[in-house]
């Protein structure tokens, strides 16, 4: 039930937006495709292949509809060519009446899994973001479904504005950002097969988005770390427990 509700509120405001895109003021239409050397989320490393990733998503007055997906690449999971996980959001984002620079979200996130043995859930969610140097923010995720946990994310994040420039003139931005990972006792129960409380990965990244015309070319890096020793040795995703990677993303808003 769920998923038919999430999936048919998701469909219904994209029909919407895009029947009212041709001369409607005010809604704002988002296309991404990232090339990944890994899939890693949440300190899980999902696929140790390089992944195919692409979304859409359509927002206004605050409010964003969005789906997103993985393609493997690789037969590294048995599942070369396909999409093995599609997510379908809903997110509304306001400042907070009576605080300046500080503006809260909440939505929810239908995760489906095609063509693997991972079962489909739902997370709802809520965060704050303050618009200061760093650009702090707090999102807790907790799922309903098949975890019934919660996983809270601590990010900050900085624009360095361009750094560098090109032929003719194309500039080369830098950006920073940084998340800490803390995950109920449930959750980690469930993805990693510890049931205590943890403070679970951390991530580091920096890219450097360069502007060509309509479209956004931003290649990154990314480190993940695990830092609970007792979700180290779980081995849940494998021996490893640090991952660097590269993404070759690109993106356009219209």
Request: zero cysteines.
């Amino acid at each position: 039930m769920r998923r038919v509700l999430l999936t048919t509120a998701a469909t219904s405001l994209a029909v919407l937006f895009s029947g009212q895109a041709r001369g409607a003021d005010g809604i704002d239409f988002e296309l991404t495709a990232d090339f990944a050397g890994k899939y890693v989320w949440r300190g899980q490393n999902l696929d140790d292949d390089p992944v195919f990733q692409s979304g859409i998503a359509a927002s206004r007055g605050g409010l964003t509809a969005g789906v997103w997906g993985n393609l493997e690449m690789t037969g590294i999971n048995g599942n070369s060519g396909e999409f093995t996980e599609m997510d379908y959001t809903l997110n509304y984002t306001r400042p907070l009446p009576g605080m300046d620079g500080l503006e809260y979200s909440i939505g929810a996130i239908y995760y489906d899994f095609p063509g693997t043995e991972v079962k489909d859930t739902t997370e709802v969610y809520w965060g704050l973001g303050l618009d200061t140097p760093l650009s702090p923010s707090v999102t807790a995720y907790h799922d309903v479904d098949e975890a019934e946990g919660t996983y809270f994310a601590f990010g900050v994040s900085h624009d360095a504005g361009s750094v560098a420039e090109l032929w003719a003139g194309v500039p080369v931005g830098l950006e920073f950002a940084g998340t800490l990972g803390y995950a109920s006792g449930s959750y980690n129960a469930y993805y990693w097969g510890t049931d205590q409380a943890k403070i679970n990965d951390l991530v580091l990244s920096v890219s450097f988005p360069i502007g060509f015309g309509e479209w956004t070319l931003s290649p990154a890096l990314h480190y993940v770390t695990l830092l609970s020793d007792d979700i180290r040795d779980t081995d849940a995703y494998g021996s490893d427990s640090d991952f660097f990677y590269a993404v070759a993303g690109m993106s356009r808003k219209f």
